[in-house]
């Protein structure tokens, strides 16, 4: 009996172990080849043609990119304190990658006579672990900060705290109405539930805005990029960094926005719900295994559009100021999202009431 | 205060009203703008294989003039250097030697002739001030260098090719725009 639970249990662990291998390093490549598509939309948005000498289109760039920050040299502050200073960036990257794990990549593959869900752990608190790993987030920012022993660094550091907790209320208030509405905090309960049926941004349109624009804070990008404003703080919390510490911390932040793109789309969107197709009755068509396979296309094409807007955004729009950031995030997102959720809260008991006061 | 001039225009300030407060549409506005410019013509040009004509007047890198027998046109008289406001050029002067006759047109030639590029810039007076048609400013310009001692460019660098002996050469120096200019 008991070798046959260790059986299983070793299949299991293979099955995750690779799943693990296969996302993380997904997530490595995309978030390197985000790098090189930041460059290209940049360039076009601005009417230029961006890297093309690193091989066709400049598709190596990338990896010109990585090998010049591990050549660079490795630089440790003298009045820093440098086990957190090393410590930082490690913990970007790590809360980064670490979100990846509940999000459901697509339903489920039969491969050597197992059915393999292709998420790494469906957990059925799904959503409150993400906003735990992603607040961890801002930890990388505030002991970079810190440690550099810098006054630009800490200023930054502070910065991305205050405006990480800020905008995480919001998000937290626009992701209560939509689980009034799917009733589950897994999310592979909620992909199920927006599966062939309408996605919950038709439910929740403000809802998406207030996380679009918190997903936004939360990954420091511009609009609300102050930890990392040059024309203030220089470079902000990754000022004293050089090499590969600081390729972390850039990573990381790619990362982040692959990751919380990959959020919305499942959130929102259907997360790998084939659009215009019903999805059972195509798996009856062609197998459960290529069903998977376009369905996470599905998903990466909703991944890459999302990506894609943050570029849009960033490259369109000025940085806010402090004072317009925490009044965005405490005097308008939060009172919309409260009202959202007290619309929404409304609407689901009349609905349980058969529409009836 | 009171206005210096007439032309000031009163800048109105109003405060913001609901939809300019949410940002959004303004931002929305902002990127239908930013997506157009995705499909416009790109101002880059690829440079090494890509070059922008210059214009017919450009003053380019000097260039040291012979005439239709090869022979260095300069006499070393200094009025290029005179009129130079950068102080660029110097010059050595020597006496042409019996048999030498087929290298320098005049008696005088330059025996040293140095530009220092770094601090020419390119003006073009040099080109006035010579009686002699010896100096001309051409289409090039100075080629990037990791010392600062080349960009002091001697005669052997300035002396454009020989016209009887590399004709190719000669016309390729000429360029397409000296046909006026030259004699």
Same mark, same amino acid.
């Given at each position: 009996?008991?070798?046959?639970?260790?059986?299983?249990?070793?299949?299991?662990?293979?099955?995750?172990?690779?799943?693990?291998?296969?996302?993380?390093?997904?997530?490595?490549?995309?978030?390197?080849?985000?790098?090189?598509?930041?460059?290209?939309?940049?360039?076009?948005?601005?009417?230029?043609?961006?890297?093309?000498?690193?091989?066709?289109?400049?598709?190596?760039?990338?990896?010109?990119?990585?090998?010049?920050?591990?050549?660079?040299?490795?630089?440790?502050?003298?009045?820093?304190?440098?086990?957190?200073?090393?410590?930082?960036?490690?913990?970007?990257?790590?809360?980064?990658?670490?979100?990846?794990?509940?999000?459901?990549?697509?339903?489920?593959?039969?491969? =050597?006579?197992?059915?393999?869900?292709?998420?790494?752990?469906?957990?059925?608190?799904?959503?409150?672990?993400?906003?735990?790993?992603?607040?961890?987030?801002?930890?990388?920012?505030?002991?970079?900060?810190?440690?550099?022993?810098?006054?630009?660094?800490?200023?930054?550091?502070?910065?991305?705290?205050?405006?990480?907790?800020?905008?995480?209320?919001?998000?937290?208030?626009?992701?209560?109405?939509?689980?009034?509405?799917?009733?589950?905090?897994?999310?592979?309960?909620?992909?199920?539930?927006?599966?062939?049926?309408?996605?919950?941004?038709?439910?929740?349109?403000?809802?998406?805005?207030?996380?679009?624009?918190?997903?936004?804070?939360?990954?420091?990008?511009?609009?609300?990029?102050?930890?990392?404003?040059?024309?203030?703080?220089?470079?902000?919390?990754?000022?004293?960094?050089?090499?590969?510490?600081?390729?972390?911390?850039?990573?990381?932040?790619?990362?982040?926005?692959?990751?919380?793109?990959?959020?919305?789309?499942?959130?929102?969107?259907?997360?790998?719900?084939?659009? =215009?197709?019903?999805?059972?009755?195509?798996?009856?068509?062609?197998?459960?295994?290529?069903?998977?396979?376009?369905?996470?296309?599905?998903? =990466?094409?909703?991944?890459?559009?999302?990506?894609?807007?943050?570029?849009?955004?960033?490259?369109?729009?000025?940085?806010?100021?402090?004072?317009?950031?925490?009044?965005?995030?405490?005097?308008?997102?939060?009172?919309?999202?409260?009202?959202?959720?007290?619309?929404?809260?409304?609407?689901?008991?009349?609905?349980?009431?058969?529409?009836?006061? | 205060?009171?206005?210096?001039?007439?032309?000031?225009?009163?800048?109105?300030?109003?405060?913001?009203?609901?939809?300019? +407060?949410?940002?959004?549409?303004?931002?929305?506005?902002?990127?239908?703008?930013?997506?157009?410019?995705?499909?416009?013509?790109?101002?880059?040009? +690829?440079?090494?294989?890509?070059?922008?004509?210059?214009?017919?007047?450009?003053?380019?890198?000097?260039?040291?003039?012979?005439?239709?027998?090869?022979?260095?046109?300069?006499?070393?008289?200094?009025?290029?250097?005179?009129?130079?406001?950068?102080?660029?050029?110097?010059?050595?002067?020597?006496?042409?030697?019996?048999?030498?006759?087929?290298?320098?047109?005049?008696?005088?030639?330059?025996?040293?002739?140095?530009?220092?590029?770094?601090?020419?810039?390119?003006?073009?007076?040099?080109?006035?001030?010579?009686?002699?048609?010896?100096?001309?400013?051409?289409?090039?310009?100075?080629?990037?260098?990791?010392?600062?001692?080349?960009?002091?460019?001697?005669?052997?660098?300035?002396?454009?090719?020989?016209?009887?002996?590399?004709?190719?050469?000669?016309?390729?120096? +000429?360029?397409?725009?000296? +046909?006026?200019?030259?004699?």
């Amino acid at each position: 009996m008991i070798s046959v639970l260790l059986a299983i249990e070793t299949a299991l662990l293979i099955e995750k172990l690779v799943l693990i291998v296969v996302i993380i390093s997904a997530s490595l490549l995309i978030a390197m080849y985000s790098t090189y598509a930041e460059r290209k939309v940049a360039a076009v948005i601005q009417d230029r043609i961006g890297p093309n000498r690193a091989g066709p289109f400049g598709i190596l760039q990338p990896l010109a990119d990585g090998l010049k920050l591990f050549m660079k040299e490795e630089i440790i502050p003298n009045t820093s304190n440098k086990f957190l200073f090393v410590l930082g960036p490690c913990l970007a990257m790590l809360t980064a990658m670490m979100t990846s794990a509940v999000i459901p990549w697509g339903s489920q593959v039969n491969l =050597f006579g197992r059915t393999i869900t292709l998420q790494i752990a469906d957990i059925n608190i799904g959503i409150l672990y993400i906003f735990g790993v992603v607040s961890m987030g801002v930890y990388g920012i505030m002991i970079g900060g810190w440690a550099s022993n810098n006054k630009f660094s800490l200023l930054a550091a502070i910065r991305g705290a205050s405006q990480i907790i800020s905008y995480e209320l919001a998000m937290g208030l626009s992701l209560i109405a939509l689980l009034m509405l799917t009733g589950s905090l897994s999310l592979n309960t909620i992909v199920q539930q927006q599966l062939d049926h309408t996605w919950n941004f038709f439910y929740q349109p403000l809802g998406f805005l207030i996380f679009l624009v918190c997903a936004f804070a939360e990954c420091n990008r511009t609009p609300f990029d102050l930890p990392e404003a040059e024309n203030e703080l220089n470079f902000g919390y990754h000022q004293e960094y050089s090499s590969m510490k600081l390729g972390f911390y850039l990573f990381a932040e790619y990362i982040n926005m692959f990751i919380s793109s990959a959020i919305m789309a499942t959130l929102f969107f259907g997360g790998y719900d084939i659009p =215009f197709v019903n999805d059972t009755a195509l798996g009856g068509n062609i197998g459960l295994n290529w069903l998977a396979l376009l369905q996470v296309l599905a998903l =990466f094409v909703k991944v890459v559009f999302f990506i894609f807007l943050f570029m849009w955004v960033r490259w369109t729009i000025p940085r806010f100021r402090y004072d317009q950031l925490m009044n965005l995030g405490w005097k308008g997102m939060i009172p919309l999202a409260l009202i959202n959720m007290l619309i929404t809260g409304f609407l689901v008991l009349l609905k349980q009431n058969n529409w009836h006061f | 205060m009171e206005a210096l001039t007439k032309r000031v225009k009163p800048l109105e300030r109003k405060p913001m009203n609901v939809v300019e +407060k949410l940002y959004l549409w303004n931002i929305f506005k902002g990127m239908l703008i930013t997506f157009k410019h995705i499909f416009k013509k790109k101002a880059t040009i +690829k440079y090494p294989e890509q070059k922008r004509p210059f214009s017919p007047v450009f003053r380019g890198l000097q260039i040291l003039n012979r005439d239709e027998e090869g022979r260095e046109r300069c006499t070393a008289c200094g009025l290029c250097a005179v009129a130079c406001p950068a102080e660029a050029i110097t010059m050595e002067a020597a006496e042409r030697k019996p048999g030498e006759e087929n290298l320098y047109r005049e008696e005088k030639y330059a025996a040293r002739y140095e530009i220092n590029m770094l601090r020419c810039i390119f003006c073009g007076l040099c080109e006035e001030a010579c009686p002699k048609d010896a100096i001309y400013l051409s289409e090039t310009f100075a080629p990037a260098n990791f010392g600062r001692q080349g960009f002091i460019y001697g005669k052997e660098d300035l002396l454009i090719p020989d016209p009887v002996k590399e004709p190719e050469a000669y016309a390729k120096a +000429k360029g397409n725009r000296a +046909k006026t200019s030259l004699n």
